[in-house]
DNA sequence: ATTATTTAGGATAAATTTGTCCGAAATAAA
DNA sequence: TTTATTTCGGACAAATTTATCCTAAATAAT
């Protein structure tokens, strides 16, 4: 569904989020222990995610990573999907045809007409503070 | 979604069987002109498919491949699916979280619960005749 | 100023997926 | 029996994704 560098962002910035929220910021060290994701990869989707002002991230000393309140009531996940895997996964064919459309649909089009809707409205309306909330709640889990 | 091999996998299955409804035997490359594949990477895809008992390939001049009309009324994508990509699309975790779970769900699992069951439901309901049925009746394409 | 810490960014490497090439095996037809 | 056609299967190659390494840049603290 999403890339190991998608699934790594949405973990990463989760962890970000839940510390911002603490007030705490946090090293590229940490968040790849504690995402338990490979340290220098993680960093070049950071990178990423920065450039497109997802996440804020400050060097030296006690440097690290931060997503402003603001921030995460407004970014939704479709934002760092389209940003680390572009918009195929809600955008294209199933079966990788580029011609196919309503008028030419492939044989999988409207059985995954709606499948592809419910993903693309889900990664529209979840913003990241959202998933925060159940984190801090504890009753989900970014580990393992 | 899928990956290339899978939708070459699912494009051809579906050709060859509109061929064999006509009882005509398809050749891989006719397979590939028609299904707009690369023809060695193709042919290495229909092998792992007959291996597999989803479709049958004869040898030698006038030889290629078939699908009987009883093989394709029982099969269903999500046979092809599984033999091609495995099952990670409907069973794993979105964020590929191994210990996400019922108990210790991801941030996003219950979010993809209904789609991946959708996913999974859709893949289980769907015979290849069923595809080519409508394939037939001029309502779906396959070409590019 | 110097040093230590931390992210940025370029180069490179490993792994996986996608794709090609070619000789072997099967088999139908001449 | 020879030849032509077609899939099989192994080796190889290219492209993409995932991952590592190292130096530079920034910056806080000493």
Do not use: W
Request: proline share 3%; charged share 25%; aromatic share 6%.
């Amino acid at each position: 569904m999403f890339s190991k560098a998608c699934q790594y962002a949405i973990r990463a910035v989760l962890y970000i989020a839940t510390q911002s929220e603490q007030g705490r910021r946090t090293s590229l060290k940490d968040i790849s222990k504690e995402i338990d994701s490979p340290e220098a990869f993680t960093a070049k989707i950071l990178q990423q995610l920065s450039k497109n002002s997802i996440l804020l991230s400050i060097k030296g000393p006690n440097g690290g990573f931060e997503i402003p309140d603001e921030t995460m009531k407004r970014v939704k996940l479709i934002e760092i999907v389209r940003i680390i895997d572009g918009d195929q996964l809600f955008t294209g064919c199933a079966l990788g045809l580029k011609a196919c459309n309503e008028e030419k649909p492939c044989p999988l089009h409207n059985q995954f007409l709606g499948i592809r809707t419910n993903i693309h409205q889900l990664l529209e309306n979840t913003t990241i503070k959202k998933l925060v909330n159940d984190l801090e709640l504890g009753l989900t889990f970014l580990k393992r």
